[in-house]
């Protein structure tokens, strides 16, 4: 693979008589002499794969949304690139003029910013332009006694950055250019003058350049905070000496770097731009309006526009976004914001350590501090007071982890991640009920490319569709007449693929469902084979001349007599779904075919319907009668089915080769998964479906576990016991064919098992609309629409599978249809159970997924670290996430009375089933209210020492 990669540098240098950022009316002094020329200074990389971005780094305090905007759009009309591709970056140079309208910085020069876009745009397009066969080589050279945290020395140490990062980039064997990144605030001004001294990385680039003639140096600023030069500020003389000195060593230090750099590993080229949901901290209108009346001059111009704002109703949020940039091994991380170097260590642990975290990207917002700026002892300083300058209202406390699940969601977007379904989250939309697009009552492909920023902002990784093949829609679309066409109601091949094209827009992946076992008895492989015992498609399909005692779950035996040819039929569910011969080598070979035509069209992975059922005893014998009923109180199944002991109709040992093959196609397309529909059973017996090669067999057993803290730990330690060396389980706690969770549990129970969902060390898959906490609703015979309910003692699953409430207007939001056309009637409770609503309740079900989402992207621990279950009661089920240094408790009690619980550790809550905030926690008595859960962050563990 050929890595390509182009330098461009413009002069941003201001004339004479423009104000530095820097010494604005903040700092209550002007200065307007640049110590040294200012420049855009741009990387362009291309990969042999086809991906490609452009990074501009510019000598500026900051660059606003408006210039980055202007910028953008030059470079992708000169170029042709696509805006995503295309990433302005700042130094937080203070010694440049200011571009960001805010306060305390002093207004921008408007001739001087007028310029500014065709500057640095024309410095992005030279890269472009100068693209060349490239080698790059990389390395970290230390730099001691450089830099101190100003804001929390004592506390935390390892903030500072290792050394500076030095990538060398060779054309025709010879140095072409370099970047270089440093976590460090870069300026050294005077405390007496005037004057600005500059920025040091600046001065060292030019030193570097001047050793190297006919090289370009680009210097990526690293996260900040407070971290500063050990010497920073000073008398003009002083200041002087310790910029030419930082200089100098920073300079030896790149010089080192291009010297002993060793090959990248890898040239996989990658770019990915996620926006960011956040809000801000509670305010009261009232106060803001007196500390406009009564602050100073800055608080005055900036409360000013804020308070107007937020009278007039309007939201004072801006979009906050994040780059993600990969080069080989690295990740690159640039937000919009200035990003505290907790929040980088956070990313790094969770990323590894080729993850960068850059600050003042894409037009800056200002302050994103981590906790500690909040808490005591942190000294007094305006970034905590007004962490987005630009409207003088804090973000909400817990930001960094906004911030830090967004940048790991944006990494794991660029594709570097094959085993991404390990932690991620998955949506089972059920398609019939999540949104109607195209108005006719049915929910479609169309409803969910609507609801796609909902999803991601709920913190969802993939989306499993459900069926949305041809079908008469018997069996919600199970029942398929066409695997290689869409259903009409449910849209067109074309609509898939731009479900395909949005979802993966917004990092979210893309889960079909693979019905193998069956197909609608309107299939024309099943027409062909019912039309004569010599069609060469007879074989396809199951048929005996005699029928044996096997029991389907819709009631009534699996065999249909069909007269016609005087033979019957095999059909585990309906009698409209005949079931498929997998012994037949045409079969599976069609069956395959049918698995990478999905795959070709950008599916993710496949969901695998009846997965244990695909082989069944090939000498058909009868299953023996259960003892005392087979009844599963959990499932929605006839009677009839719970008559026998189903050991001849399922889990046949032959499935396992079966499964391998569908693992085998699924491995010919990178970072695809394969998760498998089976049974509950036990888990020795779940865990074979691993050795059959399925990434994720659903262990349904947790399913069909009654609701009390001792019998979960022995499922869990069951399931973890289990699960093969290398293996990842997958847990759901809803499905489609179950009664809904909150009906089962109730609400309080209910967000309980929310916490436990997104908490094991497992993939959680989410049925849509548990997390409004959404119920069964009674659905009219008349209105039914499950077949399985149709035959005599059937049951249907219908008040499962009612649309999900997006407002609390007609028809909640899901169809603009007239009631009686819809899918199934909605929720009897829409008013309050919508998304709008519960969005606006901070106490809600869906914030409460939402928190638990973002906490769980923010974790290492909860994403994939180790699970240890220890110190539960019998009322508590306990356990401990851990991985590196970061460790999270939860504790979940299953009851309806509160319950004390021993603990050993100090920490912090950070989220709670029954109250909303972040509060201490010290080792001693714990108590834990009547259906709380909570989620502790372990700072100390007493029983480690």
């Known amino acids: 693979m050929t890595l390509r990669i182009g330098f461009g540098r413009t002069d941003l240098t201001p004339p004479l008589g423009v104000e530095l950022a820097g010494f604005g009316p903040f700092l209550r002094r002007r200065a307007t002499s640049v110590h040294a020329p200012l420049y855009a200074r741009a990387l362009a990389v291309a990969g042999e794969d086809g991906g490609r971005w452009v990074l501009v780094s510019c000598d500026l305090l900051g660059v606003s949304a408006a210039v980055v905007d202007e910028v953008v759009a030059r470079v992708a009309d000169a170029t042709g690139w696509r805006p995503d591709e295309i990433v302005v970056h700042a ?16 207004a921008p020069d408007e001739l001087y910013v007028a310029r500014l876009p065709a500057l640095i745009a024309a410095a992005c397009v030279d890269a472009v332009r100068a693209l060349a066969p490239a080698a790059v080589r990389h390395a970290v050279v230390p730099l001691e006694e450089f830099a101190h945290n100003r804001m929390l020395p004592s506390r935390d140490p390892a903030l500072l950055d290792e050394g500076v990062h030095v990538l060398r980039v060779d054309h025709d064997g010879a140095l072409a ?5 440093y976590s460090c605030h870069p300026v050294i001004c005077c405390e007496e003058t005037s004057a600005v001294h500059g920025d040091f990385p600046g001065e060292a680039l030019r030193l570097v350049e001047a050793a190297h003639p006919g090289a370009t140096g680009v210097f990526l600023q690293g996260a900040l905070g407070d971290i500063n030069p050990l010497y920073a500020h000073g008398p003009a003389d002083e200041s002087m000496v310790a910029l030419e000195q930082y200089a100098g060593r920073f300079a030896d230090a790149v010089l080192s770097g291009l010297g002993s750099a060793a090959p990248l590993a890898g040239d996989a080229v990658a770019v990915v731009k996620q926006e960011i949901p956040y809000e801000l901290a509670p305010y009261d209108l009232d106060e803001l309006r007196k500390r406009r009346d009564e602050g100073d001059d800055v608080t005055y111009l900036s409360l000013r526009r804020t308070v107007a704002a937020l009278e007039d109703g309007r939201d004072v949020r801006r979009p906050l976004w994040v780059h993600a940039l990969r080069l080989g091994p690295l990740t690159l991380l640039g937000y919009n914001v200035e990003v505290f170097h907790g929040i980088k260590r956070r990313l790094r642990d969770a990323l590894g350590e080729h993850c960068l975290v850059l600050s003042t990207t894409n037009g800056w917002l200002g302050y994103a501090p981590t906790h500690d700026a909040y808490e005591p002892p942190a000294d007094p300083y305006p970034a905590y007071e007004v962490p987005i300058i630009a409207c003088h209202l804090p973000f909400r406390p817990d ?45 479609d492909l169309e409803g969910l490319i609507e609801g796609l920023d909902y999803l991601r902002d709920l913190g969802v990784d993939a989306v499993w569709t459900g069926p949305f093949y041809r079908s008469p829609l018997l069996d919600q679309g199970f029942d398929v007449a066409d695997y290689l066409d ?21 990092g979210i992946r893309v ?27 007879r074989d396809w399909y199951v048929w005996r001349d005699q029928p044996n005692n096997w029991t389907s779950e819709a009631g009534g035996s699996v065999w249909e007599y069909d007269p016609s040819t005087g033979q019957y039929y095999l059909h585990s569910h309906l009698v409209e779904q005949p079931d498929l011969n997998w012994r037949n080598p045409e079969v599976r070979k069609a069956l395959l075919d049918v698995l990478r035509f999905w795959l070709d069209r950008g599916a993710d992975g496949v969901r695998i319907d009846v997965a244990h059922m695909l082989m069944k005893d090939p000498e058909f014998r009868d299953n023996p009668p259960a003892p005392g009923g087979n009844h599963n109180e959990f499932d929605l199944q006839h ?21 391998a093959e569908i693992r085998a196609v699924a491995d010919e397309y990178a970072g695809r998964v394969t998760i498998a529909e089976i049974e509950a059973m036990p888990w020795a017996d779940w865990a074979e479906y691993y050795a059959a090669g399925m990434h994720l067999p659903f262990p349904f057993r947790l399913l069909e576990t009654r609701w009390r803290a001792d019998l979960l730990r022995a499922e869990l330690d069951g399931l973890y016991a289990a699960l093969p060396d290398g293996a990842w389980p997958i847990v759901a706690l809803g499905n489609h064919d179950r009664v809904r969770l909150a009906t089962r549990l109730g609400p309080a129970q209910a967000r309980v098992a929310a916490v436990l969902l997104l908490t094991l060390a497992a993939t959680p898959c989410l049925l849509y609309a548990d997390e409004l906490g959404l119920t069964d609703q009674p659905v009219p015979v008349e209105r039914q629409r499950d077949y399985f ?3 005599h003692g059937g049951v249907s699953r219908d008040p499962s599978r009612t649309p999900l409430p997006w407002t609390g207007g007609v028809n909640g939001g899901f169809s603009s249809a007239a009631e009686k056309q819809l899918w199934l009637p909605v929720a009897h409770d829409v008013a ?53 240094g970061d460790r999270k408790l939860v504790l979940l009690n299953l009851t309806d009375r509160p319950a004390t619980v021993p603990l050993s550790v100090d920490g912090r809550v950070l989220l709670s089933t029954v109250s909303v905030g972040i509060r201490p926690v010290a080792a001693g008595e714990f108590e834990l209210a009547a259906g709380e859960a909570v989620v502790i962050d372990v700072e100390r563990d007493h029983a480690d020492h």
């Open 177 to 181: 250019g370099f970047v270089a990144s």
């Open 789 to 791: 309910a149709r035959t």
């Open 486 to 506: 869409v259903e009409p109601v449910f849209g067109t091949l074309a609509t898939f693929d731009r479900l395909i094209e949005a979802a993966h827009e917004r």
């Open 91 to 106: 130094t937080h140079n203070h010694s440049g003029p200011g571009t960001v309208e805010n306060v305390g910085w002093g």
């Open 399 to 443: 930001i960094e982890d906004d911030l830090v699940a967004a940048g790991v969601r944006a990494a794991g977007r660029l594709g570097a991640d094959s085993q991404w379904w390990r932690g991620a989250v998955v949506y089972e939309c059920h398609l019939p009920s999540f949104r109607d697009g195209s108005g006719d009552g049915i929910g």
């Open 832 to 884: 309050t159970l919508n998304v709008e609503a519960q969005l606006r309740d901070p106490a809600s079900m869906l914030r409460l997924y939402r928190a638990l989402a973002r906490l769980r992207h923010a974790s290492p621990a909860l994403r994939r670290g180790s699970i240890a279950f220890a110190g539960g009661t019998e009322s508590v089920l306990a356990y401990t996430r851990a991985a590196g």
């Open 511 to 537: 889960i079909v469902d693979y019905i193998p076992n069956h197909t609608s008895d309107q299939h024309p492989w099943f027409v062909a084979s019912r039309s004569s015992r010599d069609d060469p498609k």
């Open 639 to 659: 009677p009839d089915f719970g008559t026998q002991l189903h050991v001849h109709d399922r889990r046949h040992p032959d499935t396992f080769a079966a499964l």
